[in-house]
């Protein structure tokens, strides 16, 4: 017994601080996050009367937050096939043979290493709704006047201000900031595969189109699956660059369930802030569980 | 170094038994007595910089001449007109380790703490320092839940007052000496600088929103038919709302396309300032910011009562508390006492551009803006403010600002009247 101890006592022991921090500030917070999700714990006066799942089935028909949910769906489409395309694009541009690729990959990466509270207080400026034929409009500042002083005024719109479309333009700066990450995925995605593969095609008279299509893109989808697990979660979590670039938590246009969480949270609605917490942990579980499922049995094989 | 930890693990623990005796709430403060405090007084507010932090260091002057024992603490928190402060806030109270005095809005937002038994009882102290006659009894009337008050008022401010630049309005044709009486003749007044090209009111973000549509309603439908909102004696659903939410949405037809992407309150009113925008609707907190960039009255800008709300007075105003579980109860009393004398009154909303709460305080000196107000507060109706947390609770004025910030999009009337309907029915008693 204590021969065995002595075995797995140090590695228990060196894992035990991780293991109790992890366990009460994570797992623990979440089911106590969870518990007051089922409560009436609506204002600040303390209340924990056990409602079930009321609260969900309240939220889920709210059309506030049905919006919410909607607004992300745009969000998380236009982000993802943002980061996809450009990202590739830039990483396929890359691989050809040229000069100057380190220089252009730092280029391209670097927007990343700026926080999105940075970035979003200059991109609250760039992404300004005012246009210059409106009253006023000589104050114009950021992309429009930009595009009406290249001679593309009429492309000027109201970015986040639109009550339809207002979310996706949030999604620009993110996808400014993370098309660099998708690029070195897909780098590496590129590098992994041998020339002798692309020689061997060519001998075989491929055409380039049939050479990507039936030869690189195949081996290319491990690296396209990363890239929609890692976009996707931080799509679906995205506060702190609506936060920067809206100044008002509570805008209608561009609220999603992380922006509407906080809103309800100030307002002291903690048993509704703790449910769509749940709500949202449980829509990122979705894209991340089914991804470390794939990968654990990836590595077993 | 195992000496510096032994000492750091013995402060923890000292602090541990300390926040105990604290996070008790029985401690007996009623007895507690202001001039034989010692120690530190830690005060929570959200005026950390501007003319709101000039006045508080205005008081602070005056607290440690009243009180040379004690040290004050400033433990102001930047950011969000206090949305920032207040989550801060409410997480320290929910951890049982509340400041020794701490910033609220007078009125509604208050009922919050008091429901979550975060308050301590100020009857005792009104009526030892004789309180109860120097503060105005429509005050006094607002902050009394079920008996009881819980809170010292130190300034009051005016919320339905509208700023305009004289140029502006000179050069659309429309004389800024004779402002319009109703909401018809202002909106014509509009028009006229609308055809001259400028902004005819400015605004700003999702607040300021709510504020200039608690303007329009009270305009629309008159103090008692605003009043009976909060208490349910309007119906919401009714047509006068809707005339109202149609005037609001008139109003909103003039501001500037950008209002959303307006940071605060300052933005907007800079617009009237720069004479780029004629009107702007806002607290006479911009008297203030008007005041700080050496602006004239009467030349450069003037101001005047909503139109249609002449002779009301939208008033919202700060308040302190003494919270349970105060590490140092007597520091606090000691606090409010400075804050409730005429000389604190005086000396704080000279700089912050409010008017004092306290009736005897001496206001010879204050601006020709303040004098005014100060005026008008002593004859006018009084109504709580709606966008500043006097008219409704807090959860209250946030599903209401959703839906107004919605309506900003959509301008769909019919929706915004039946949310506001559906709302109002939620927290109504």
């Known amino acids: 017994m204590l021969k065995r101890a002595k075995i797995w006592g140090p590695g228990v022991l060196l894992l035990a601080p991780t293991m109790i921090l992890v366990g009460v500030f994570v797992y623990w917070l979440i089911i106590e996050n969870f518990r007051v999700s089922l409560t009436n714990q609506h204002t600040a006066k303390p209340s924990n009367k056990y409602v079930g799942f009321e609260n969900y089935t309240n939220l889920l028909a709210d059309p506030n937050f049905q919006h919410s949910l909607w607004n992300l769906l745009i969000l998380t489409i236009v982000f993802l096939g943002g980061t996809l395309i450009f990202g590739f694009l830039w990483a396929w541009i890359l691989e050809q043979p040229a000069k100057g690729e380190g220089f252009f990959r730092s280029v391209y990466l670097f927007p990343m290493s700026v926080s999105f509270i940075a970035s979003g207080v200059v991109w609250r400026w760039l992404l300004s709704s005012l246009q210059t034929s409106q009253p006023g409009g000589e104050r114009t500042t950021g992309l429009n006047r930009l595009l009406d002083s290249v001679g593309l005024g009429a492309f000027q719109n109201d970015w986040w201000s639109n009550p339809t479309w207002g979310i996706a333009a949030i999604a620009v700066p993110a996808v400014w900031q993370l098309s660099g990450y998708v690029m070195a995925l897909f780098l590496a995605g590129f590098r992994g595969i041998p020339d002798e593969l692309r020689e061997a095609a060519r001998i075989d008279g491929c055409t380039e189109w049939k050479l990507y299509r039936h030869v690189i893109f195949p081996q290319l989808s491990p690296v396209m699956l990363s890239a929609v697990i890692i976009i996707g979660h931080m799509s679906l979590k995205l506060f702190d660059l609506i936060r920067a670039i809206v100044p008002d938590a509570n805008t209608y246009d561009v609220q999603v369930p992380a922006t509407m969480m906080w809103v309800k949270y100030i307002g002291s609605d903690y048993a509704d802030a703790a449910a769509i917490g749940t709500i949202l942990l449980v829509l990122v579980a979705f894209v991340v569980i089914p991804y470390l499922w794939y990968t654990s049995r990836a590595e077993k094989r | ?429």
């Open chain 2, 1 to 429: 170094m195992r000496r510096r930890l032994s000492l750091l693990a013995g402060v923890a623990a000292l602090g541990l038994t300390l926040a105990a005796c604290g996070g008790g709430g029985d401690t007996p403060s009623d007895n507690a007595n202001p001039s034989d405090a010692t120690g530190k007084v830690g005060v929570f507010t959200w005026w950390a910089d501007g003319s709101e932090k000039a006045g508080l260091d205005a008081l602070v002057g005056v607290f440690n001449k009243d009180f040379p024992n004690l040290t004050f603490d400033n433990l102001a928190v930047a950011g969000g007109a206090g949305s920032q402060a207040k989550s801060v806030l409410a997480a320290q109270l929910k951890a049982g380790n509340p400041p020794d005095s701490f910033q609220a809005h007078a009125g509604a937002e208050l009922q919050d703490y008091i429901d979550a038994d975060q308050l301590e009882d100020l009857s005792g102290f009104y009526k030892d320092n004789d309180l109860t006659s120097q503060f105005p009894k429509d005050l006094i009337d607002r902050l009394t839940v079920d008996g009881k008050i819980y809170s010292v008022p130190s300034n009051i401010h005016r919320a339905n007052v509208v700023w305009a630049n004289v140029d502006v309005l000179k050069k659309a044709g429309v004389d800024p000496e004779k402002p319009a009486t109703d909401l018809a003749g202002w909106f014509a007044d509009m028009d006229k600088v609308k055809a001259s090209g400028k902004i005819p009111l400015a605004v700003a973000g999702s607040w300021t929103q709510v504020q200039l549509f608690e303007n329009i309603l009270l305009s629309s439908l008159g103090s008692d038919g605003y009043n009976g909102l909060w208490d349910g004696k309007t119906d919401w659903k009714s047509a006068e709302v809707t005339t109202a939410i149609q005037a609001y949405e008139k109003a909103l037809s003039y501001t500037n396309t950008d209002r959303d992407s307006l940071s605060d309150w300052a933005p907007a009113t800079q617009l009237v300032e720069d004479g780029a925008a004629a009107y702007n609707v806002m607290g006479d907190w911009a008297e203030a910011k008007f005041e700080q960039d050496k602006k004239k009255s009467g030349v450069d800008y003037t101001y005047f009562a909503t139109p249609g709300t002449a002779g009301v007075f939208d008033f919202l105003a700060d308040s302190f508390t003494l919270p349970k579980g105060a590490p140092n109860p007597a520091g606090s009393k000691a606090w409010l006492k400075t804050i409730s004398s005429a000389e604190g009154q005086t000396a704080f909303n000279k700089v912050k551009g409010s008017i004092p709460a306290n009736t005897t305080a001496k206001t010879d000196d204050f601006s020709e803006y303040q004098k005014s107000a100060i005026k008008d507060f002593s004859q006018d109706k009084i109504v709580s403010s709606l966008a500043h947390g006097a008219a409704v609770p807090v959860a209250w004025l946030n599903d209401l600002s959703t839906a107004v910030s919605k309506f900003g999009g959509d301008k769909n009337v019919d929706s915004l009247q039946t949310s506001a309907a559906a709302i109002a029915a939620k927290f109504a008693k």
